[in-house]
Structure formats: structure tokens, C-alpha cells
């Protein structure tokens, strides 16, 4: 069976960074596409970043804030979130698909259970 564990969410002050992690088990996904979504309270769930061995993708909004990386051996990946903005709060998902990236959630078939992060101002 399949499982995405997400931690690292919490609250933080505008300005301030998070880091949240994504473990997986079940399988691996060494040649899959890995991403993180995020839903706030009345809003669509949409697309943060996504990496494959393609290269690393990011939505406009948070480019040259949030960092998204991989450990193969450990089947985990990361989401490295500076420069806080109230606005980045939401609830994180992470997500993993075979094949590329895509910012569509519904290509995705595994999802983690989300974390929740709040940034104040």
C-alpha cells in the first residue's frame, strides 16, 4: 500500500521559513513526477512545485521563494519555503504521478494527507 506522510507544517511570522517533508512508502519513485499543492479555506487546491529528473517547476507566485527537492535513497521530498507571505497560507499536499510534471491535480494519484501552514503577518 501506498502512503505520502507529510510534516513540517506549522505557524510562522510573514518573512519567516518552513521546510516540509514528504515521505513515501510502498513503492518507489525514483522516475515519477513529485509535487506539492496547496489549498486555502475556499480556494481551489493548485499547483506549488514539481520535480522529476527533467528539473525542477514552480508556480509564478512562489518562484525564487520556495526551493523543491529530492532524496532518492530515502524516498522523501522537500519543500524548502523562505520569504512567508500570509497569503502562502493553506493547507500542503504532496503528490506523485508516473510521468511529468503537470500543475493539474487530478493527473496525480497519490497524495499525501496535507499539513497545514500559517504564516501570520
Known sequence: ??????????????????????????????????????????????FVAGIRWTGEYYANSVKGRFTISRDYAKNTWYLQMNSLKPEDTAVYYCAARSGVVTTTR?????WGQG???????
Open 115 to 121: 499539513t497545514q501552514v500559517t504564516v501570520s503577518s
Open 106 to 110: 487530478y493527473d496525480y494519484n497519490y
Open 1 to 46: 500500500q501506498v502512503q505520502l506522510v507529510e510534516s513540517g507544517g506549522g505557524l510562522v511570522q510573514a518573512g519567516g521559513s518552513l521546510r516540509l517533508s514528504c515521505a513515501a512508502s510502498g513503492r518507489t519513485f525514483s522516475s515519477s513526477a513529485m509535487a506539492w499543492f496547496r489549498q486555502a479555506p475556499g480556494k481551489e487546491r493548485e
